[in-house]
């Protein structure tokens, strides 16, 4: 519109250069109208052109948002349905998973039912046949099993008696946990003695119970053997005698008890010695304190001659000089005391030496025990632990030897120790007190 406007405008500035100034007013007036009415038509029909364009573009743009919204739409069920089917999806992933599972499980119950089983010699998968009858093949076998062990039988058989020898009889089987068995020679009850075979239980009472089962009749109490495997051996424990707990100990256990005993007899000897010399204390002095109140020394002497021990010869030996000057007196009682220490001290060392060793030979034991004990393991490893059991038991044995020695001969030796201090003083006690009253009574 306004280009049209332009357009006239130029066309009135350059009328006036072209054409002469001769032109009349009117002439330019009808083209100024023509002019006007063309550019008024162009603009009429520019204008219902853009009214058209406008409507076509309205009309456009609202189909296309019905497109939109038709699309979104149909977004939202497509979005649904897409979450629909990835649920559908994954539950059928899960429903195969668990279908697959189950499957497995069947095929372990399957496999472990037939390791069972076959062991009792039933027979229980059909290569023909599905997982699921295999299985309940194998659970009708199982019931049937389970009825045959849990009850009472009685079958010819035989066992062994405990001296070793095999004896035919009757067999009681109480299900697949205990049994019992008579013979001609023996009845009672019956523990595995390996490889499916039996031994006789050589527990008193048993024989009974065994010989009522036989005529059905149901004892009162049982003395029964419970047992979960047939194939294993079972070993009647037996209760260590001293010569088994000694035969443990091995060489260093022998060398340990020999000087144990050997201890002892020192250790008895002694006592018998200072026994011996402390003897008739209280007799001696008092005869020799009544001679010496009545001033007869040679009478005291010749009272205690016939008595024997240490105090009895230090106080004769004291009578003998007891004339001489004090000092030379104090002088021979410490030497006699001193000989007699020689017997008074007899053995007590050396059962001190035996009280000290003995420990640490029995370190040397627990030493020696734990290396033969790491040698079994080296050779057969730790699976066994009877192999085990023959180190381990030297080690503790030696030390339990070495403390019984130690113990008892530490406290004795030095309880001897004591008593032959307390002789000694004994025997300078009653020397002076001779002298002492000797002195008094002469000095009168």
Do not use: C
């Amino acid at each position: 519109m306004k280009q049209g406007v332009i357009v006239m405008f130029a066309l009135l500035a350059i009328l006036p250069g072209l054409w002469p100034e001769t032109i009349r007013a009117d002439e330019l007036t009808e083209t100024y109208r023509k002019e006007y009415a063309f550019l008024k038509a162009q603009k009429d029909e520019l204008t219902g052109q853009l009214a058209a364009e406008e409507k076509r573009q309205s009309e456009e743009l609202s189909r296309v948002r019905e497109k939109v919204t038709r699309l979104q739409d149909e977004t939202v069920l497509l979005s649904e349905r897409l979450n629909r089917i990835e649920g559908d999806t994954e539950k059928a992933r899960r429903e195969l998973g668990e279908a697959t599972g189950n499957k497995e499980i069947v095929a372990n119950v399957v496999t472990q039912a037939k390791s069972v089983l076959e062991g009792y010699g039933i027979s229980v998968e059909n290569e023909s046949a599905s997982l699921v009858d295999n299985m309940s093949r194998a659970f009708r076998k199982a019931a049937d099993l389970y009825g045959d062990l849990s009850s009472l039988k009685v079958e010819k058989g035989s066992f062994f008696l405990p001296d070793g020898s095999s004896v035919s009889g009757e067999i009681v089987r109480i299900g697949n946990i205990a049994a019992y068995g008579v013979s001609s020679k023996a009845a009672g009850a019956l523990v595995p003695a390996g490889n499916g075979a039996f031994r006789l239980w050589d527990k008193p009472g048993s024989a009974d119970d065994a010989r009522s089962f036989v005529v059905r009749k149901q004892p009162g109490s049982l003395d029964i053997f419970l047992y979960d495997n047939l194939d294993r051996a079972v070993e009647i424990h037996k209760e260590k005698t001293l010569q088994d707990i000694i035969k443990g100990g091995g060489i260093i256990g022998y060398i340990i008890l020999g000087l144990g005993v050997f201890g002892i007899l020192l250790l008895l000897g002694r006592f018998f010695f200072l026994l011996k010399a402390g003897s008739n204390v209280t007799a001696i002095t008092g005869i020799v304190y009544e001679k010496l109140e009545n001033g007869n020394e040679n009478e005291a002497y010749s009272a205690i001659k016939h008595f024997k021990g240490s105090i009895a010869r230090v106080i004769r030996a004291t009578l003998r000089n007891i004339n001489r000057d004090r000092e030379h007196i104090e002088d021979i009682i410490t030497e006699n005391i001193l000989n007699e220490n020689r017997s008074l001290d007899r053995f007590g060392n050396f059962i001190l030496v035996i009280a000290a060793v003995a420990p640490l030979l029995g370190l040397l034991g627990t030493v020696t025990g734990m290396i033969s004990t790491f040698d079994v393991i080296t050779v057969h490893g730790t699976g066994d632990p009877k192999l085990l059991s023959g180190g381990i038991s030297e080690a503790l044995i030696t030390t339990m030897f070495g403390l019984l020695v130690a113990i008892p001969l530490l406290l004795l030796g030095n309880l001897s120790r004591g008593w032959a201090e307390n002789i000694k003083d004994s025997m300078e006690q009653s020397a002076l007190h001779v002298v002492n009253l000797f002195e008094k009574y002469n000095a009168k």
